[in-house]
């Protein structure tokens, strides 16, 4: 009986410092998308060479062109803002940003399983504040 009672008292103690000490895991907020654009590329080798994360106009301007995106290149101010992308072989992507509370955007692209010829993209434009990283990765220097 009193090792039983041992084995409780000891259960119980574990679980008060498991809910006692603070969580090491860091927290996630949900990144609201600014701006976004989606198309479809036929030359599925060019998104072997799609960055995750833009952070000038030139490079911005470089994937603008080689995927046909549009006739203008958008204007983004990227000293608030960064363009975040994924691509995809199935009919369709989106994207689902996340920043925890160390600077880390992780970017998840979310894609249908029904493939195709070419492949499927997803741009968008995110505040710049807070991130250090994308996917664990140290932003690119300007």
Known sequence: MIRRQGWLFALVALALVGFLVPSVRA?????????????SVEDEKLAKDAPEVITDAKALEKLWKAWKVGDKVPEVDFTKQIVILSTTSGSKISLS????D???LSV??????DFGPGFRYV???VSREGVKKVNGKELPKE
């Open 108 to 113: 998840l692209g979310a894609a249908t399983a």
């Open 27 to 39: 927290e996630k907020k949900e990144v609201k998308l600014v701006k976004q654009w989606t198309g």
């Open 97 to 100: 940003p996340s920043l925890d």
């Open 102 to 104: 160390k600077g880390n």
């Open 123 to 125: 741009i968008a434009t």
